[in-house]
């Protein structure tokens, strides 16, 4: 951790053992296993008498059995269905050809919008009394399965809890959902996902993942749309922001991490929430890097790449919740495949949580996949084929009676509608619904925008800027420094990336960052939509830096590119600034890799910040000024051009990697970034395993810190084996781990491979561990070269 000082700053480690200490510093966080509140009387006083499954002291199983049978039809079909804030007014389908529509958040929404009474809990004393009339009318006894787009305040929970479990024929709590994917509604504003990836650190990911979940669940929010775990393998696709990058080893381990620290040891607590990964399954490799388009691999890749991302949250996480994606694979949609929903997700991996419909896919069966003749066959295939929730898709009587008349006519089996039911009460028995379904009204207070969740904003945005060039040693600069230019469009602004309001927060923009570094320099500022006009600016300044990149207006979901240069005049200003012959310093904020290859040639240094969340602006002058040294690495390849994409490190080694115009290199390689330092890397040992143990490969190598500062290295290991029976990728990530070096400290790093990291998906369709040589590499990126070998047989 550190602290913003103006001065310079107290760094402190995070490992993983201790990476939940500085929450439970910020708030008395409590389990549901030893009562931390008694119920409100209101809510008290509204449990109806104990049934089987009101009795704590059974296992969950037993207790979901038994409300199960207790249920009738219509009450399982609720418990299917989301509903959209206070509202029951959701758009009724039209026609086959309704359109859905991008609203101002970039988030799809049926048009028109599914939500008519939006954010009624800003006010702190909760929602009007008729506007709850209203939606308690349109709930009647049959109970609500979740409700989404409301962000509630604990006063409004409690309401609304106490009303269900005492006008209910059931007395079955409500699910509140909300998003969650770098921040929860009004509360701490993270740095995007695509930042939180280019620190390369795990405890930092479990951190994030838990201080969200906190502020989310001290309002009641029991279950967040996070974490974001496609493989982005096209940067050409906007929701590059949200992912953790390309590599799926990667992406697993911070993913893991993340739902390690949102679901905690237990999810019936006042601080851990259902974290929901997505979206599943090979979403973020669409066809030309359009959003919701089909992705074209075999089930090789599926295996190998692209499932492998979400595997250890689901394996080892225990994910509770999973959002079934918009596209469809080899002409299957995902919302209708069995193999992906029920016989991979379930039957091999365990899942035991619910399928939730990305918003308008079950919808798509009809009106985009036409794969459903009617709203009931997509309905009713889709609940048959794994999918347990809808999203928007239908109004509620259309979704609800599809179900019934499902039942009746056989279109939908009861076991397939019990399985639906039986995933969703589960959640909720997990959560400690039913046995403490209200909030403590003072929670927030002491959890929501608490000094410990800033101060990690902040030690994110920091760990997670990338330098990218330093020529000369431009960097860091002198904070003697008497006139600095502060020019571009990226300069005076915050920016928080997709999913994230940036009118809210801290809004520290670079050029704030660099005034409150600085209060003594002259720093002038010019937003360069006027290009002589910010040229005429830098006269007399000692350096430039610009702020380029991207915004939300062109980033995030719903905003893909058919190029990656510079948007709008940026590349213009970028070429009449560095003709005035200043040392120029481009510092990025962008959702995914840029063609910035006149840049790499023609400018001295490059930091890439991405979308650096609220505290951002301090994170880039820190590091500008060198007291934050940059140990960011990328997570996603830059290409030179966007001809060369799909453009990712990991590819097969019979691709053909040239062209007539191009040598085909990336501009910049995955798992590349400077330092104020420099690190050498020596004597790599590597320890097989006894033969038959089963035990993990380790190798050990020397990292040396040979420069003058203290600094980070992610120190990666790549591996391959040498000859398989099936085409293996030219190297793959293996381990990372960041290390603090001091200047000409010396650490023996070890890192780990296990034997089932090594398997190959194989043509007879199974995971097999062949014997043979394998070849590991180590170093500072993707293109590490201190190699060794080992051999299994």
Known sequence: MAQWTGEGYVKMEFNRRSALKLLMASAAYTTFDAPPFAFSQEIASAIPARGTYKDPSLSIEARVNDLLRRMTVEEKARQLDMYAALSDRVQPLANRDAAFLVDNNSRLKLSPPAVSTPNVAKDANGATDAQLSEAQAAWGTLGVGTIHDLDPNAELVNKIQSWMLGHTRLGIPVLFVEEGLHGYFDGTIFPAPVNLAATWNRSLAMQTGAAIAAEARANGVAMILAPVLDVARDPRWGRVEEDFGEDPYLSGQLGLAYVEGAQGTSLATDHTVVAEIKHFAAYGSPESGTNTSEAHVGERELRTVLLKSMEPSIREGHSMAVMAAYNEIDGIPVTVDRHLLIEILRNEWGFKGFVLSDLGAIRHLYDRHFVAATPKDAICRAISSGVDMQFYDFDHKTFQDAIKTGIGDGTLSRAALDRAASSVLRVKFMLGLFDRPSVPVTLDKAVRRCQAHLDLSLESARQSMTLLKNEGNLLPLQKTLKKIAVIGPNADVAHYGDYADETKGARISMLTGIKT????????????????AAVSKVSGAEVVILGLGENQKISGEGFDRSNLDLPGNQQQLLEAISATGKPIVVVLQNGRPLTIGWAK?????????????????????????????????????????????????????????????NDGKPLFPFGFGLSYTTFKYDRIT??????????DI????????????????VVQLYFRENVT?????????????????????????TLHLSRKRLAVWNEDGRWVLEPGT????????????????????
């Open 517 to 532: 570094l600085l209060p003594d320099a002259d720093i002038v500022f010019d937003d360069g939509e006027n290009i002589a």
């Open 601 to 661: 040639k023609h400018v001295p240094a490059i930091l890439e910040a991405w979308y650096p969340g609220e505290f951002g602006g301090h994170a880039i002058a820190e590091t500008l000024f060198g007291m934050n040294n940059p140990a960011g690495r990328l997570t996603i390849t830059f290409p030179q051009t966007v001809g060369q994409l799909p453009d990712y490190y990991d590819y097969d080694p019979s691709k053909k990697g040239t062209y007539i115009d």
């Open 686 to 695: 590597v320890a097989p395993p006894a033969t038959g143990s089963g035990g």
């Open 698 to 713: 380790s190798v050990t190598v020397e990292v040396t810190n040979t420069g003058a500062r203290a600094g980070d290295e």
């Open 725 to 749: 029976s099936v085409e293996t990728a030219v190297r793959t990530l293996g381990d990372f781990s960041r290390v603090s070096l001091k200047s000409q400290e010396t650490k023996s790093v």
């Open 774 to 793: 394998f070849t590991v590499w180590v170093g500072g990126s993707s293109e590490a070269m201190l190699a060794s070998h080992f051999s299994l047989k």
